[in-house]
Structure formats: structure tokens, C-alpha cells
């Protein structure tokens, strides 16, 4: 095996929509994309001939990582439950995987989709310089992974890091998740494009951030508003463990700019003893890559420990 | 140096009415307590020479720590600032503690009294089997130590673990910090005290709890209303974390059993995908001695670090 070859990481991101993987060197220089189509109709065996497929076309190495969205058995390498791909749920998709590519199933790491994603702005994006951050994803709920000193916390159960789900407003907006207030009600892309249409704006974020941009006072104070509640879920988080460093991705990242004076109002109404300068407010770096990317790394990192 | 000697640790809690000490061999077994009215206004270098002569008595070993309750700079060995003991705001006790004693700055730790709290009880108290858990302490107001895989959490500036002052209800009472509806203002002894005045109940949490075991269907559904904001609070730590394993310490804790129903259903109000059977909710177990103890095992840690 080639130097070369031995440095190189690959890492796969499930979607609901697609599966991405690539190809990284050990100085988190991207090599190789592909995307090809989740199609999870087709089966868990037919899923797992795919992602063998791509690996070995990524000529993968020794490790390869997986992001998943969902709840995870990772001792097992198993999806316990995952609400957008529940075609792969109880699926032993590690060992599947493990077998296909004829190596020790200990060389393919499982993790969160939140998760990966986070470790990858660590590795090679946003929090490269950062120990400590959490980042967050704008999309169509609001998703989080948690990095201290560097690694990500997964908790106890492996939920952690759910900061769509710390309760802003306990007589806000029914939640996804049955309960009421959720930051992901009032912050996700989903919820902008609700209040958006609640006062006749464009639903369209581009849109909306265009219109907000081009000096729109109404599209302005919702987003103003919106960044406000953001601020306020991100609070949680500093007080509790006093995270100064917040990455924000997700499609609806691409409007940090124009949240970013609500965000830090939210810091500041609820965040004990901080002012808006101790805060580092960045956008993410990666894009649709961080999934990927932190899964490669993660199929690294397990790879060194169980060598 | 006899080996009994070198087994034995010693720790320092600073509050602002008493200054507490102790021995506890390496195993968590305490030997020996003191306690000395704090006298802050004879100045921090009484203080220090207290401190000192504290550890003497004790027998202290090679290393010391101190609990304190404020904002410090761990690497100066400073105190930065302190609600209740400014009389040594931005005073160098490390340094002023390890000239008296004779030993390296380096086995001299400081370490704020929540955090050492809830080392106490990762030590030698209800955390002993926890690798994660939250350390609540009700009194005045609502302390909180965080430990992942059995360290202390301080986060980047050191003031990570204050669950006191996570927003419960945006439009709660006034509190202290100058934000609304904090958990203390609605959980702590004090919150307790102020809303059994304000149903004409006993304010003496004692006599309230007493109440309440004896049937009483007000002071139960106080209690439970308590409890209830604990529990959402505490949500916040679940949903981020994912911790499942809380300690409830401080002398308001001795309500537990009283409170668990109203904490109980506060987490399931508030934290997603989870329900009651996923918590463990344990009393503390050292009391006053937590800090202390606390501290005398951070002077081991840094002591080991610098050696």
C-alpha cells in the first residue's frame, strides 16, 4: 500500500434524498465527490452493495465512515431508528458493509448525521482553530452536534447536542416532537418560511434575504427575529456550557449576515453575564460536504483505536 | 514520608460565612473536618494565612485545593470576581496559599464550588458509579457542576454548569442576573420560600415538606409546581447533553422525594424522545462536605498533572 493511499480517508453521508461520500487526504484536502441516489426503496442489502460500491470506486483504504440521520446502536453498528430513512431501521448496515469490503468491522465507524457534520467543521472547516463549539444546522428542522476540546459529544443515549429541541417559548408552535416551543419551530428554514408566509413575505429564503438586503424593513425585522429566537436556543448552550463559538450551516446559514444582530439580542436577553464580544458567531465552511468529511475522519479515528 | 501520609488529601471550601476543611484518604474515606467563621473583612492575606494554617492542622500532604464560589482565572490562580467574597476580587490566593505552605503554586488548585461540588460527589458521593452526570444544588439559588466521563466541564471561560440560569419562562420573576424567569427565581430554596409566602404556606421548607408528608394537599401541589420547573429546567441539560443521571444536593435537596413527580413530568414536558424511566434522580450524599471533598481531590488531579 502506497503512502498515498494510506492517507486518504472516505467518508459516506446517508440522505433521504441522496447518498454523498468522498475522498479526504489526512490534511483535510478534499481529493474526490460522488453522489448518487439514496433510492432506499431498493432495500438495506441493495443500500449496503452501494456504499461498498462507492468506497471501493473511492479506493477507500483501510477505514471508512458513515453519517446517518437518526438514533444509533454504535457498539452494534445498527440504526436503532431513523425518522427519514426508517427503510434502514434495526439494519446492521456496519457489519453489512464491513463484509462487503472484506474488512474488520471495527474499520467502519457509524455516527450521527449532526454529529459527522460537526467533526468535519472541526477537522477541516469553520472550527479548525476552535476546542470548543457548537454547530448548527439551518435546514428544514434545526440540527446540532457539540465539539469540546476537539471531539464531539454524543451523551449518554447519543442524542446529544439536539438544539432544535431546547424549548425557547413554552407557548410557541406544536413541535415534530410533541412537545411545544422547540427552537426548531421558530428558527429552521421550515419555520422562516412560515413566518414569511404569516406576513406576506416571500416564502423563497433567497428571496426573503434578497428583499432583506436590498433594505425591505418587514423582510429585515423578521429575520431580525427569527436570528432573535436562534439567539435565545443558543443561550442554553453558553449557559450551560458556556460555549463561546457557534458555526452556523444548513441552506439557511447562508443568511448569518442578516440574523446575526438577532442572534446576538437572543445571546444577550438570556445568556448570564455575557455581552455580545465574547461571542464568535461563523459561518460553516464545508456546505453539503461536513457530513462526509467528518465521517471519514470518524472512520479514522475508530480505525486508530481499535489498531 | 509515611505511605498513610501520602494517601491523604486535603481540601478547602470557601463560603461566605464559614470556611470548611478536611482530610480524606485516596481511597474517599474523610478522616478529619474543620470548619472557621470566614472573617472576610480581616482581608485576603489573614485569609491565606487561615488557609494555611487550615492545612497545616491537617496535614496536608503535597497538595491543596480551594473551592471558591466566583469567576476565576484558573492559570493566574486568581480570583477574578466574587458575589459573596469580593473582599478578594482579583486576589492571587494560589500564590499567596503556596508561599505559606512552602510548596510548588502548581499543587495548590482553585476551582470554582460548584464545580468542586460536584467533584465531591463524582469522587466519593452519589456520582461514584456516574461517568456523566449534572450535580444540582438548591439553596440561595440553583448551583450546577457538570461531569462528562468523570471530569468536571468548566467550558471556555469557566462558568459552564450554571442549569441556575437557564430561561425557564421568558416571562418569569426578575432574577439576580438581571434576566427573566431563570431556574432559581422559580427552584431554588429562595424561589421556594417566596411562592409558599405568596399561598400562605409555611416559608420554612422544613416545615413546608413536613406539611406535605402529612397530607397536605396545598404544600404537595407547591412542591410539585417546584418541581415541575426543575425538571424543565433540567431538560435543557438532557436535550443538549443528553445526560441522564441528575444529583440534587444542597439543603433544599432533602426535598427530593417530595419534588421527583413535579421533576419528572417537567423533563418529560420538555425533553424530546424521552421519558421518565430514562432518568436517574439521586440525592447527594456528602452534604457540606461536597466542597471540601471536591477540592481535595482537584488538588490531587492538578498536583498529578504537574508532577
Not at 270 to 297: F, H, K, S
Amino acid at each position: 500500500m502506497s503512502s498515498d493511499r494510506e492517507s486518504l480517508r472516505v467518508g459516506v453521508d446517508l440522505g433521504g434524498t441522496a447518498i454523498k461520500a468522498g475522498a479526504i487526504s489526512a490534511s483535510g484536502q478534499i481529493l474526490e465527490r460522488r453522489s448518487i441516489p439514496a433510492e432506499l426503496d431498493r432495500g438495506p442489502q441493495d443500500l449496503a452493495d452501494r456504499i461498498a460500491n462507492l468506497a471501493r470506486e473511492l479506493d477507500f483504504g483501510e477505514t471508512v465512515g458513515i453519517g446517518v440521520p437518526g438514533l444509533l446502536d454504535r457498539e452494534a453498528g445498527r440504526v436503532i431508528m431513523s425518522a427519514n430513512l426508517h427503510q434502514i431501521d434495526g439494519f446492521a448496515l456496519v457489519d453489512a458493509v464491513a463484509e462487503r469490503l472484506e474488512i474488520p468491522a471495527g474499520n467502519v465507524a457509524l455516527e450521527n448525521d449532526a454529529n459527522v457534520a460537526a467533526l468535519g467543521e472541526a477537522w477541516a472547516g469553520a472550527g479548525r482553530e476552535q476546542a470548543d463549539f457548537l454547530l448548527v444546522t439551518l435546514g428544514t428542522g434545526v440540527g446540532g452536534g457539540i465539539v469540546l476540546g476537539g471531539e464531539i459529544q454524543t451523551g449518554t443515549g447519543g442524542l446529544a447536542g439536539e438544539i432544535g429541541h431546547i424549548c425557547i417559548d413554552p407557548n410557541g408552535p406544536l413541535c415534530g416532537c410533541g412537545k411545544h416551543g422547540c427552537l426548531e419551530t421558530l428558527a429552521s428554514a421550515t419555520a422562516a418560511s412560515r413566518r414569511a408566509r404569516e406576513l406576506d413575505l416571500p416564502e423563497d429564503l433567497a428571496e426573503l434575504s434578497a428583499q432583506a438586503t436590498n433594505g425591505d424593513l418587514r423582510a429585515q425585522e423578521l429575520l431580525h427575529d427569527v436570528g432573535l429566537d436562534l439567539g435565545r436556543g443558543l443561550a442554553a448552550a453558553t449557559v450551560l456550557l458556556d460555549l463561546r463559538v457557534y458555526v452556523i450551516g444548513g441552506g439557511f446559514g447562508a443568511a448569518l449576515e442578516l440574523l446575526r444582530p438577532g442572534i446576538e439580542a437572543g445571546l444577550e436577553e438570556r445568556a448570564y453575564g455575557r455581552v455580545a464580544e465574547d461571542y464568535t458567531i461563523l459561518p460553516a465552511e464545508l456546505g453539503p460536504d461536513a457530513g462526509w468529511v467528518g465521517a471519514a475522519r470518524i472512520g479514522q479515528l475508530r480505525g486508530q483505536e481499535n489498531s
